[in-house]
């Protein structure tokens, strides 16, 4: 058995603007979510919602999680922004690039987690077991913040990608499938109680294996991930790939045995004009058009149990108990 998780930055709008301001959000694009919410219902797929701090304290965008989390359409975690999640401090000021969490002090992340994850438990009546990291920013760093607010379920990392920007966070090394987080480096296995299930992708081809083998080895080099797309690196993102890319994807990672599709985008993005990836209602219909094509594909093809992010430890659980005792 296999399983499929959708899971969605659910953030403001303004996020590809260059600028992190504190305050001052808008929320339009949780207002549209309806377009994309209809794909999950019709295909049974329960979405993971990953809401920061300016869409819980959003009157108009609150109402929208809430109705969903009410009616079990989805679950609700938790996305720190920590350039607009308080509290805000001297140390947050200091931090050389405070937009990225992991940079911050364990003790800053922790209170600004405290914060979102309290919202989101007054929000829904259930304090969120899942998180992703805004900007990707996520190490061994935030493990024990995770731990104390009750967060189970990372979703952080992403396999054989890193960010070049001075303190951006670095992937390369991750592993594909499921594992727990090693307290002193998020991308190993170790004995935390939060289990990492990274972004789907994989290298297709002949010599993926071998060239995943090389970046794991090799670690970030200059243009290195323009060469990992050129030699096959291809993700479960209908932002940046198309549905031809995806199913190469899905299907390599199906030969190798991965038990869990993570497939995962921007809320902004069915705001045409508030993302690079959807310019217009023609490019929204196109995202929309690939993004049931990808999961059409993982649940048909492959035979994948849809899952909010909450449910796949146990069923992981199985799978693996069976796996051992076959």
Not at 55 to 74: F, L, M
Not at 134 to 155: M, Q
Not at 281 to 286: A, K, Q
């Amino acid at each position: 058995m296999r399983v499929l998780v959708v899971t969605i930055d659910t953030e403001e709008e303004g996020r590809w603007s260059s600028s992190y301001p504190a305050d001052g959000h808008t929320c339009e694009n949780i207002l549209r979510l309806d377009r994309v919410q209809r794909i999950f219902e019709k295909l049974g797929v329960i979405p993971t919602y990953l809401v920061d701090h300016p869409v819980v304290v959003d009157q108009r965008a609150r109402e929208v999680i809430r109705d969903y989390a009410r009616r079990g359409r989805a679950e609700i975690g938790a996305h720190l922004h920590p350039w607009c999640n308080p509290p805000f401090s001297a140390v947050h000021a200091r931090t050389p690039d405070p937009t990225y969490p992991h940079l911050l002090p364990t003790e800053l992340q922790l209170e600004k987690l405290e914060v979102l994850c309290s919202r989101i438990g007054d929000l829904t009546g259930a304090r969120p077991t899942s998180y992703r990291a805004g900007r990707w920013g996520f190490d061994h760093t935030s493990i024990p913040a995770l731990e104390r607010v009750g967060i189970r379920i990372d979703t952080s990392v992403t396999p054989l990608w890193w960010d070049p920007a001075p303190g951006g966070p670095s992937f390369a090394r991750a592993s594909s499938e499921p594992y727990w987080l090693d307290p002193r480096d998020a991308t190993r296995p170790g004995r935390s109680h939060v289990l990492e299930i990274p972004m789907g992708g994989v290298v297709v081809g002949p010599i993926g294996r071998v060239v995943e083998s090389g970046i794991r080895w090799i670690g970030p080099f200059p243009g290195g991930r323009s060469l990992l797309v050129r030699l096959g690196a291809r993700f479960l993102r209908p932002e940046l790939y198309d549905e031809r890319q995806m199913r190469q994807a899905a299907d390599c990672m199906a030969e190798r045995g991965l038990e869990v599709f993570n497939v995962m985008f921007h809320s902004s993005v069915v705001l045409p004009a508030a993302t690079p990836y959807v310019r217009d209602e023609s490019d929204l219909t196109r995202f929309c058009d690939r993004l049931e094509g990808i999961l059409r594909h993982v649940v048909e093809r492959h035979g994948a149990r849809p899952l909010p992010l909450s449910s796949v430890p146990p069923v992981l659980s199985r799978i693996r108990g069976e796996s051992a005792a076959a």
